[in-house]
Structure formats: structure tokens, C-alpha cells
């Protein structure tokens, strides 16, 4: 199984087609997870839990490094990833109390 903690330097630079010593890899990763974590409520740990995040997560950094100079005034969402995301999202659901 695939994880998204296995995503290094190397995996999004071969994904690109870009050199792994680019400087933005780091950014795009850690703003792919960023996102990620954001929309589905869930940490960076529980990424791992679904293969699909894999991919999620590389589509993520192509996209944010096919727009880094792209301006508009709409958002582009991917519907793919988005799709994906929403499988996993736990932010809409009612949390159970816990006691103390």
C-alpha cells in the first residue's frame, strides 16, 4: 500500500517532470497536506490510512505548481481530488462527546 508519508522530494519532482532539487517541493508538499488535512478533518497521520490520498496528494502539487503563476479571479478546483477528499472528510459529521 501506498502512503502519503511515502511521498518524498523525488516522487513529486518525477510526477512534475522538474528537477527533485527545485525549491518549491518542499512548499507544494507541505501546502498539499495543508489543504488536505484542512478540507477532510482528518491529520496528516490519518492521510496514510487511504491509498487514494496518495494520489490526492501529487495532483495537489501539480496543481499548485501548474498555477503558482497563473492569475484569476476564480478558484480552479480539481474534481478529481476533490472528490477524493470528500470520501475521507470527517468535518461535517457530529463528533460524540467525550467525557473527561
Given at each position: ?7 518524498d ?5 518525477e510526477?512534475l517532470h ?5 525549491p518549491?517541493?518542499p512548499?507544494?508538499?507541505?501546502a498539499?497536506i495543508?489543504y488536505?488535512?484542512?478540507y477532510?478533518?482528518?491529520t496528516?497521520e ?7 490520498m496518495?494520489i490526492a496528494i501529487l ?13 484569476t479571479?476564480k478558484p480552479?478546483n480539481n474534481?478529481?481530488?476533490n472528490t477524493?477528499l470528500?470520501l475521507?472528510s ?9 467525557e473527561?
Amino acid at each position: 500500500m501506498v502512503k502519503v508519508s511515502d511521498i518524498d522530494a523525488n516522487t513529486i519532482a518525477e510526477y512534475l517532470h522538474i528537477d527533485a532539487t527545485d525549491p518549491l517541493i518542499p512548499g507544494l508538499y507541505r501546502a498539499a497536506i495543508g489543504y488536505a488535512t484542512s478540507y477532510t478533518g482528518r491529520t496528516e497521520e490519518e492521510l496514510d490510512l487511504f491509498e487514494d490520498m496518495y494520489i490526492a496528494i501529487l495532483i495537489l502539487c501539480s496543481d499548485f505548481y501548474d498555477q503558482r503563476t497563473e492569475h484569476t479571479d476564480k478558484p480552479k478546483n480539481n474534481n478529481v481530488v476533490n472528490t477524493i477528499l470528500s470520501l475521507h472528510s470527517v468535518n461535517l459529521l457530529p463528533r460524540q462527546e467525550v467525557e473527561a
